[in-house]
């Protein structure tokens, strides 16, 4: 990935906020690095070197800088081929992945090559994924050391190392400080049941259409809204241990990014929900980008986000249940299914009780067990064809996963068609370019009646299809003049 040191330095002057996670600026006088946004004062050109990542920079031997902390820097979402692969492979080991497995699972789990995969990333990232993973671990961990009240020994296990003693080494010969005078230097809050992050993004950003889009499709039980607060329940699966518990997310005061708080029943499981977190809210989007693509459909409102699915395979249950009938109805039917088969779980909030049936629960229901909560027995039959081959590892629900391969398999089960693999794809793939071309609401925003016009219309906002998708559905909202 070339920068440009003139452009990049530029952007630096005038710590413009679009280029906050596009690159990281080391300053040899001091040998820390920055964010382009830091407010301390601007340095001498002459001693700036620039670089792709936080990786990059470590690599070369920098050290983050305490007061913008880089870790805090939002991601990037790639629209080319391989920049997609190389973030899709960053996202896995962000979320933790090359803690359990190695180099060769990781490009087999993204459909190439070690070698292939290797070569991508070190162009895009400027560093090979091993030595990314492990800047991650060490950048969450600084995270941790600063904005949570875990222990050492602790913050060295969720973030991903095999010892204390390793931890240790690695944190004090990148950094140069010991973890625990790193931790003795921070005010960090005294709560004990809950764990607070913060998490970057590029302005604009609309948060009430998100979280009004999020709304109206919530799970009774599973998740709800309160105030501009978004909760829910969680249930995930990292390093082969089963972990529950609550999210909240919310707007931060008076900066580009969102509050998060997690039940510390969560906290061996940080990195993955974290992970999710940043998916569900959209928060690698450039705004920029997209709104340039889509032009006069974004003028009005470049702020609007894709919502990736928390859970894939919560979302795509849903979108079958969704199937021909309003989204008031799809989300009456999801609250009866979460009830009827989801597992208890106690939370501090009233509005969350249940965690949603995994896949293989549904797996073993059988069709009038379904068909007894109102769902027709077609779709029935579909959510546990769907619940079966999720179970058996035949499909997977998740970002990073060769689309067209999962769309074919998923238009190959009984009651899913076009419509459904689209919206899975947008919501649960994170595919930019998916465009249901036969959603009601699509066709009647595009003012059409024939799908295929509307798809060839649609054509030039390729590959950001999604967004579209996004805008078409906000305009629909709209108090009429």
């Not at 518990?245 to 906290?267: E, N, T, Y």
Request: proline letters at 7%.
């Amino acid at each position: 990935m070339y920068l440009d040191p003139d452009h990049c330095y530029r952007a630096l002057k005038a710590h413009d906020a679009r280029f906050d996670g596009r690159f990281f600026v080391g300053v040899s006088s001091t040998w820390i690095y920055c964010r382009p946004v830091c407010n301390v004062k601007t340095p001498k050109p002459e001693n700036c070197l620039f670089f792709p990542s936080a990786a990059a920079a470590e690599s070369a031997g920098f050290r983050p800088c305490l007061r913008c902390r880089p870790e805090l820097a939002p991601g990037n979402a790639g629209v080319d081929a391989s920049a997609r692969l190389a973030q899709a492979a960053a996202g896995l080991i962000e979320d933790g992945l090359l803690n359990e497995v190695g180099i060769e699972d990781l490009a087999h789990r993204l459909g190439v090559t070690d070698r292939h995969l290797r070569r991508v990333f070190q162009s895009e990232f400027g560093v090979s994924p091993v030595e990314f993973a492990q800047t991650q671990r060490l950048l969450l961990a600084k995270r941790l050391l600063t904005d949570t009240i875990i222990s050492v020994t602790n913050v060295a296990l969720a973030s991903g190392f095999g010892s204390l003693r390793r931890f240790n080494t690695l944190f004090k010969q990148r950094y140069r400080i010991n973890p625990s005078t790193l931790r003795k230097a921070v005010d960090r809050p005294r709560k004990t049941d809950v764990l607070e992050f913060q998490l970057g993004y590029r302005s604009p950003f609309d948060w009430n259409a998100l979280i009004s889009f999020l709304g109206k499709r919530a799970i009774h039980g599973v998740e709800y809204l309160d105030g501009k607060r978004y909760l829910r329940t969680v249930r995930i699966e990292h390093a082969g241990t089963t972990h529950f518990g609550w999210i909240s997310v919310a707007p931060a005061l008076r900066k580009p990014a969102v509050k998060v708080l997690m039940s510390a029943s969560l906290a061996a499981a940080i990195p993955p929900v974290l992970g999710r977190i940043k998916r569900l809210l959209d928060l690698a989007c450039d705004p920029s980008e997209i709104a340039a693509a889509l032009g006069v459909l974004a003028a009005h409102n470049p702020g609007l986000r894709v919502p990736v699915a928390f859970d894939g395979f919560e979302t795509a249950v849903r979108a079958i249940l969704g199937q021909q009938i309003t989204v008031k109805a799809a989300r009456t039917l999801a609250g009866r299914f979460a009830t009827a088969f989801g597992e208890p779980l106690e939370t501090p909030f009233e509005g969350l009780r249940y965690l949603f049936p995994p896949p293989q629960r549904v797996a073993i229901l059988g069709p009038s067990q379904i068909a007894s909560l109102g769902i027709v027995s077609s779709r029935a039959n579909a959510l546990i064809a769907l619940a079966r081959a999720v179970a058996d590892g035949d499909i997977r629900l998740e970002p990073g996963v060769d689309v067209e391969t999962t769309m074919k398999a998923l238009r190959a089960l009984p009651g899913i068609g076009e419509w459904t693999a689209q919206y899975i794809a947008m919501r649960a793939l994170a595919w930019p370019d998916a465009f249901p071309h036969t959603d009601y609401g699509v066709l009647k925003a595009m003012q059409q009646t024939n799908p295929r016009k509307a798809l060839e219309h649609a054509g030039r906002w390729q590959p950001w299809r999604a967004y579209a998708v996004m805008h078409l559905w906000h305009s629909l909202e709209k108090p009429k003049p």
